[in-house]
């Protein structure tokens, strides 16, 4: 998947510079660098997809997931240091003054843009859902935005076909700028949070707690300690599970390796690991079963 993105940007970014040449168009020459950016984070991507589907060695036992979550972030940046440039180069423009000339050629590459951008980003949207990929779903946001600031780059140069106000160029620019900014943010800000372990979202706790309390098993007391992170697509869960007095550990084994099941069930990509506890531990469970 990541792969036709990389072949999609590299097409896109030598119509854009083309344009950009012929026309002196600052929003499409702050469009090709976007889209250089957005290439070489697809690249980011690819190799981060491909290296997180590595299985755990003896370096890395917990698996090579969290690569993702660093390819994300690293996207994030990227978009952020693209959105630097073109300000500096929108706002020198405006200093100095804008020259535009044979928009023709510009709107009809923005406009081939925005449709090629579109097809692509839902294409990845698709396989980053199935494969609950974030560096792939990074990849998809960071290529939808552009479609839409491509959109905006489109009205842009119509506006200054129509009215002759070449100053409308660099202002368009900004504006894409400012979008570009937003999804960076928001890129950086979700994979930061996997890279530092924060626990999953509340609903995905609950349906942790529905599962384990759904199982019904009489042994099971209760359980506590519940945590619960994702590294990549792949979510990683360990809790204490109180077993009643009486319980054989051939049975509290069994009983685990079913919660375990029960887990992945409502969790794909779970790893789950469950430290086996008598009732009468000396804690008492937050979360007794009747």
Known sequence: AAAVSIISNTILIVLKIAAAAITGSIALLTEAAHSSIDLIASVVAFFGVRKADQPADEDHPYGHQKVENLAAAIEGMLILVGAGVIVYESVRRLSVGAEV????????????????????????????????????????????????????????????????????????????????????????????????????????????????????????????????????????????????????????????????????????????LIHLEPEESGEAAKRPLS
Do not use: C, M, W
């Not at 974030?134 to 290529?143: F, I, K, R």
């Not at 842009?156 to 943010?185: C, K, N, Q, R």
């Open 101 to 272: 000339h044979s928009l023709g050629i510009g709107i009809g590459v923005i406009a081939f843009s925005v449709a090629a951008n579109l097809v692509v980003s839902t294409y990845l949207y698709r396989r980053a859902r199935a494969t609950d990929s974030p560096a792939l779903e990074g990849d998809a946001a960071h290529l939808r935005v552009d479609a839409f600031t491509s959109a905006g780059v489109l009205a842009g140069l119509v506006l200054v076909e129509v009215t002759g106000i070449e100053a409308l160029d660099p202002v368009t620019a900004l504006v894409v700028a400012v979008a570009i900014v937003v999804s960076g943010i928001r890129i950086l800000t979700r994979s930061s949070r996997d890279l530092v372990d924060e626990a999953l979202p509340a609903d995905e706790l609950d349906a942790l707690r529905d599962a384990i309390e759904r199982h019904g098993a009489p042994e099971v007391a209760g359980f506590h300690k519940l945590r619960a992170r994702r590294a990549g697509s792949r979510r990683h869960v360990d809790l204490h599970v109180q077993f009643r007095a009486g319980t054989t550990l051939g049975r509290a084994h069994d009983i685990s390796h079913e919660l375990q099941g029960a887990i992945r069930a409502r969790l794909r990509g779970a790893e789950v």
